[in-house]
């Protein structure tokens, strides 16, 4: 080779500078995530071992009817309660068991998530208490139906959507999400948490239930978009309608600190829901609000993108952490991310992994001292309950995150 050669000279700077680019590029996808997620989730599977092993009394039983709900920052053992209409956070357990299976194959944990799964049945068969029977049945059933395609578990749960739909009131244009505060609210209550039930409704309707589900989801997500939200796109825990004329009254909070407040939990599920809304409906008009709920949450995160329980608690930054709302809003930016090709998504993508990167640091990481995966959520603030303890929905929406980002890293479909 003649190195003299002009053109030779050009091709070796050429080689240079694309090895360069090559070695610089690869350096940044490596450092997209320093989070090692087959290590997370094998964290989670010891951890749901350790549970399985706590659950069963000296004779090694189970009572598949006892669902573990928190455990207090004081404490290492979980408080269970029994699966009920209205003890909200039943389906989060089986739905851990499942993503659990998803990672492992282990057959005995999805025997565990199969005998978990079968103690929420009833729901199928029981009136409406409220809306929570979609993160009660879908967390559960639907995991459940995503991995095995029993046909039971199907049935379970479009006889359940058809439950939730019974708290819908055309006259308002969205479901009552508790029948029983109509009168301490002073009208048809709907709350944010709701916008997550809408995924059983938009599931069922396309899996052959009713297509009237999917239209009173979409007829709730356009009336707590035009309602429930500030003009800045903070929105309320609670927003109350006239039951007769749907005629908007007022917004209210319940777990937030103030009327005003952006409750970061209340935030999460707007984010995750406006997420799913559209892409249950490709329509643009609910990915451009979800970047527009996600845009005010972010800003003002701390450091560590885990928020304080409250964006407007006084006391920051001597307030609890609510680490649940961390992994619901990284669970959702995965999939936000996917739908916006470019920069935004890009950085919902990294704001995720941010998230996920922090929430599995030793600062939350519940590790040896209690079977939980996380510690620092917060349940009820203005209730005094479950403040800065570890919260079954908080792990539920962690293995999610992480499960999602495990496909995404190896090129699949995050909803497979
Ligand atoms: N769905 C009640 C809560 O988020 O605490």
Same mark, same amino acid.
């Given at each position: 080779?003649?190195?003299?050669?002009?053109?030779?000279?050009?091709?070796?700077?050429?080689?240079?500078?694309?090895?360069?680019?090559?070695?610089?590029?690869?350096?940044?996808?490596?450092?997209?995530?320093?989070?090692?997620?087959?290590?997370?989730?094998?964290?989670?599977?010891?951890?749901?071992?350790?549970?399985?092993?706590?659950?069963?009394?000296?004779?090694?039983?189970?009572?598949?009817?006892?669902?573990?709900?928190?455990?207090?920052?004081?404490?290492?053992?979980?408080?269970?309660?029994?699966?009920?209409?209205?003890?909200?956070?039943?389906?989060?357990?089986?739905?851990?068991?499942?993503?659990?299976?998803?990672?492992?194959?282990?057959?005995?944990?999805?025997?565990?998530?199969?005998?978990?799964? !079968?103690?929420?049945?009833?729901?199928?068969?029981?009136?409406?208490?409220?809306?929570?029977?979609?993160?009660?049945?879908?967390?559960?059933?639907?995991?459940?139906?995503?991995?095995?395609?029993?046909?039971?578990?199907?049935?379970?749960?479009? !006889?359940?959507?058809?439950?939730?739909?019974?708290?819908?009131?055309?006259?308002?244009?969205?479901?009552?999400?508790?029948?029983?505060?109509?009168?301490?609210?002073?009208?048809?209550?709907?709350?944010? !948490?709701?916008?997550?039930?809408?995924?059983?409704?938009?599931?069922?309707?396309?899996?052959?239930?009713?297509?009237?589900?999917?239209?009173?989801?979409?007829?709730?997500?356009?009336?707590?978009?035009?309602?429930?939200?500030?003009?800045?796109?903070?929105?309320?825990?609670?927003?109350?309608?006239?039951?007769?004329?749907?005629?908007?009254?007022?917004?209210?909070?319940?777990?937030?600190?103030? !009327?005003?407040?952006?409750?970061?939990?209340?935030?999460?599920?707007?984010?995750?829901?406006?997420?799913?809304?559209?892409?249950?409906?490709?329509?643009?008009?609910?990915?451009?609000?979800?970047? $527009?709920?996600?845009?005010?949450?972010?800003?003002?995160?701390?450091?560590?993108?885990?928020?304080?329980?409250?964006?407007?608690?006084?006391?920051?930054?001597?307030?609890?952490?609510?680490?649940?709302?961390?992994?619901?809003?990284?669970?959702?930016?995965?999939?936000?991310?996917?739908?916006?090709?470019?920069?935004?998504?890009?950085?919902?993508?990294?704001?995720?992994?941010?998230?996920?990167?922090?929430?599995?640091?030793?600062?939350?990481?519940?590790?040896?001292?209690?079977?939980?995966?996380?510690?620092?959520?917060?349940?009820?603030?203005?209730?005094?309950?479950?403040?800065?303890?570890?919260?079954?929905?908080?792990?539920?929406?962690?293995?999610?995150?992480?499960?999602?980002?495990?496909?995404?890293?190896?090129? $699949?479909?995050?909803?497979?």
């Amino acid at each position: 080779m003649n190195f003299n050669d002009m053109k030779t000279k050009g091709l070796i700077l050429l080689a240079v500078c694309c090895l360069t680019g090559l070695f610089f590029a690869c350096r940044t996808s490596r450092q997209t995530t320093t989070i090692n997620v087959n290590k997370a989730l094998a964290y989670c599977d010891t951890q749901v071992s350790r549970t399985l092993s706590e659950l069963r009394d000296s004779d090694g039983m189970i009572d598949y009817s006892m669902m573990p709900r928190n455990i207090m920052d004081s404490l290492d053992t979980w408080h269970c309660r029994k699966a009920a209409a209205d003890e909200w956070c039943g389906g989060f357990w089986p739905g851990i068991l499942w993503y659990t299976y998803e990672y492992t194959q282990d057959p005995s944990v999805r025997v565990e998530a199969e005998r978990f799964t !079968d103690a929420l049945h009833f729901l199928s068969s029981t009136p409406a208490y409220d809306h929570d029977l979609g993160f009660l049945v879908f967390c559960s059933y639907g995991n459940g139906y995503r991995l095995t395609r029993n046909p039971e578990y199907k049935q379970v749960i479009l !006889d359940t959507a058809d439950t939730l739909a019974t708290l819908y009131r055309p006259q308002v244009g969205a479901l009552l999400s508790w029948p029983r505060h109509i009168e301490d609210y002073g009208g048809h209550n709907v709350i944010m !948490d709701n916008m997550i039930n809408l995924e059983m409704l938009f599931w069922a309707a396309k899996n052959g239930g009713n297509p009237y589900l999917a239209d009173i989801a979409v007829a709730h997500a356009d009336k707590t978009m035009d309602y429930h939200f500030q003009p800045n796109y903070m929105c309320a825990h609670v927003a109350v309608y006239d039951t007769l004329t749907g005629d908007f009254i007022k917004r209210v909070t319940h777990q937030g600190y103030s !009327d005003e407040s952006m409750w970061a939990r209340g935030q999460a599920w707007a984010i995750y829901g406006y997420t799913v809304v559209y892409r249950e409906t490709k329509d643009n008009k609910y990915l451009d609000f979800a970047q $527009k709920v996600t845009d005010v949450y972010l800003k003002d995160l701390p450091r560590d993108y885990v928020p304080y329980w409250d964006f407007q608690a006084p006391f920051i930054p001597n307030e609890p952490r609510d680490a649940s709302a961390a992994c619901v809003v990284a669970s959702a930016l995965l999939e936000l991310s996917t739908y916006l090709p470019g920069e935004k998504g890009k950085g919902y993508k990294k704001a995720a992994i941010k998230m996920i990167e922090n929430l599995s640091s030793d600062e939350y990481l519940s590790g040896k001292s209690k079977p939980s995966f996380l510690l620092h959520s917060t349940g009820h603030w203005p209730n005094g309950s479950e403040i800065d303890a570890s919260i079954i929905y908080a792990d539920y929406y962690y293995i999610e995150a992480l499960t999602r980002l495990k496909k995404l890293e190896e090129g $699949k479909s995050l909803l497979i």
